[in-house]
């Protein structure tokens, strides 16, 4: 399969050279590679023969480790600086898999090359590292003006020592002291900064591992408890395994899951002997020294982190030290990554708990909903609903709660069983709302009256207008829908909501209903409905002002009228036709993602 055409630039008047190309997974990707990078240094004066050569080897050996270990189609960018410094950067999109060093492990029978490892990128690069971004990891390296033999320029500047510092390499000949007292703060930090920002304890295993192996041990596991399997210890196989020769790994995993940690000191974060697993490792990992960490965050035990490294000597207690400062960050990240999870599921039961499980079917009307919340993760404070009310009678509603989450939610929760309890008990239009916007004026005042108590009997100050739970608005625009011979009567309120449009067969739009007050603010408000005939191929649109307010710059949607300018030309479309063609224009309208929820139903008269 042939790779990609290179997106090449010369700008630069002197030596400038920049190029991308996009490489598929196959053993012929690192000659590809080699190639394009040949030509494209060729057309450029004065670059030598040794920058080349250098440049064909660390371009072959990046991209052959990706197309090997990460087994995902690689993008390769270079440039040639004016300095005469040449850059390239290899990416893939299997982040949870870190560089491989070749050496000492058996080779894939399957690729055509075999890389002679990240070592000799270190040899010939003047920096190199790893940067991992979600869903990509990029491996780059450095190389001199005229090559290797010249590398005499300064120290790498601060951003390129951090990549290093987090980069998986093989151990350093210095031994673990040199690296300790150079890098391991940078380590940490930078760890810490990684760890934090995922929210999948799976993801944050598998970061673990490629931050310790090879840099501080030549294998690690980590195990994942529940609470459940915490009070039992940590029986059960790894969540991870990592060991420096990828052919190790399966064997490994096996001989772990017979024997997993088994704390004897409870919480202690460790680090405690653990047995050698000697059989899974070879001849040259007979022998060698393992050691397991407790996972320990708020009191509890969230799983267990083991070490090995072969060979007679012991981990140096500056090894050891370091991984139990890295087996906290990973305990704190874990147990965030799980709190997340919790509240995401509660957030999505809640969310299916306030819509209705599904939209009735009317007799001579066609429907279309759509609905977008704004957090994927919370409550919406949208919500809409579509229900028979009995005596050949169906009512709709379409709502705004002001603010999201939890407190949003429970005005929703309160409100929408409330429409469905005084719809089917035969209550007007204009009587259910009234009786909604006292509803929730009382439940306001017994909420700030509780509050109040509760302040008072701990000792504190008496509260003061203002103070306490405030009110909740609710704009509501709701209907009864009565079909007939001839179309479907519809009576309906606006209660501080934008108002709803009729489509007509040849194109005309009309706003019904009047603007009335919200709910929620004024007691004794007095509300009134309106009465509309649709006429077969009317369509009544209804939407949130996630719809009429979606922004775009300092414009909104609907300002000059948009909303009807945008549903006349939707005549002749079905319901569907009409809700998606509204959806796709309000998304395109502001050029982003939507920052607020959207709500929007039609109801077209068959």
């Known amino acids: 399969m042939a790779a990609i055409p290179a997106q090449r630039e010369s700008e630069a008047p002197h030596r400038e050279v920049r190029g991308r190309t996009t490489l598929p997974r196959s053993p012929l990707a690192p000659g590809s590679a080699r190639g394009l990078v040949r030509a494209a240094l060729a057309e450029v004066p004065g670059v030598s023969a040794r920058l080349t050569d250098d440049a064909m080897a660390v371009v072959s050996e990046l991209v052959t480790n990706a197309v090997v270990h990460a087994g995902t189609d690689v993008e390769v960018d270079w440039r040639l600086e004016e300095t005469g410094a040449f850059v390239v950067e290899v990416r893939d999109r299997h982040p949870s898999r870190a560089p491989r060093d070749p050496l000492g492990a058996e080779a894939p029978h399957d690729a055509a090359e075999h890389g002679r490892g990240l070592r000799l990128v270190a040899t010939l690069a003047e920096s190199w590292g790893v940067t991992y971004r979600k869903g990509a990891k990029t491996v780059w390296a450095r190389l001199p003006p005229g090559g290797s033999e010249a590398a005499d320029g300064p120290a790498p500047g601060p951003a390129l020592d951090v990549a290093e510092d987090l980069a998986p390499q093989p151990p350093r000949t210095g031994g673990d002291r040199d690296w ?10 930078e760890a810490s900064d990684l760890l934090a920002g995922q929210l999948d304890e799976n993801l944050v295993a598998a970061l673990t591992g490629q931050l310790i192996v090879p840099r501080l041990a030549d294998w690690c596991a980590i195990w994942l408890e529940d609470e459940a399997s915490a009070r039992g210890g940590s029986g059960g196989g790894p969540a991870r395994v990592w060991h420096a020769s990828e052919a190790r790994v399966d064997e490994l995993r096996r001989a772990l899951e017979k024997d997993p940690p088994c704390h004897r000191d409870g919480l202690r974060s460790g680090p405690e002997p653990h047995p050698w697993p000697g059989d899974a490792l070879g001849p040259q990992g007979a022998d060698g020294t393992a050691l397991a960490y407790r996972l320990i965050a708020g009191g509890r035990p969230l ?4 070490i090995g490294r072969c060979g007679p000597a012991r981990f140096p207690d500056e090894v050891t030290g370091l991984v139990e400062d890295l087996s906290r960050r990973v305990a704190l990240a874990v147990g965030a990554a799980r709190q997340y999870a919790r509240q995401a599921t509660i957030s999505a039961v809640l969310q299916r708990g306030l819509l209705p499980g599904a939209v009735a079917e009317i007799p001579g009307v066609r429907s279309a ?10 409550p919406s404070g949208d919500f809409y609903d579509l229900f028979p009310a009995g005596d050949g009678r169906w009512c709709f509603a379409v709502g705004d709660v002001q603010g999201k989450g ?4 429970v005005v929703i929760g309160l409100a929408r069983p409330w429409l469905r309890l005084l719809a089917r008990e035969g209550y007007r239009v204009a009587d259910v709302l009234d009786r909604l916007n006292q509803l929730l004026l009382d439940d306001a005042t017994e909420a700030a009256d509780a509050a109040a108590r509760a302040l008072v009997a701990a000792g504190g100050r008496p509260l003061v207008p203002g103070d306490g739970p405030q009110t909740r608005f609710l704009s509501l625009l ?15 309120a606006s209660a501080g909501h934008p108002l709803p449009l ?14 009335q007050t919200l709910l929620g603010v004024v007691e004794d408000e007095t509300y009134t409905s309106e009465t509309v005939d649709l006429r077969p191929g009317d369509s009544l649109l209804c939407v949130t002002d996630g719809v009429t307010e979606r922004r775009s710059g300092s414009r909104q949607f609907d300002d000059d009228d948009g ?15 009409i809700a998606e063609r509204i959806r796709r224009l309000v998304h395109d309208f502001g050029g982003g993602l939507p920052e607020d929820d959207l709500a929007l139903l039609v109801l077209q008269a068959e």
Do not use: I, M
């Open 180 to 189: 300790l007292g150079r890098g391991a703060l940078s380590f940490l930090a």
């Open 303 to 306: 799983g267990t982190l083991v």
């Open 369 to 378: 909903l759509v609905y977008e919340p704004c957090d994927k993760g919370g």
């Open 406 to 409: 939890p407190e949003a939610a």
């Open 478 to 492: 709701y209907g009864e829908l009565t079909p007939h011979e001839g179309g479907v009567r519809c009576t309906l």
């Open 502 to 515: 009729v489509l007509g067969p040849d194109g005309g739009v009309r706003s019904v209903a009047r603007p």
């Open 563 to 577: 909303l009807a300018r945008a549903l006349s030309g939707c005549a002749g479309l079905s319901a569907e036709q």
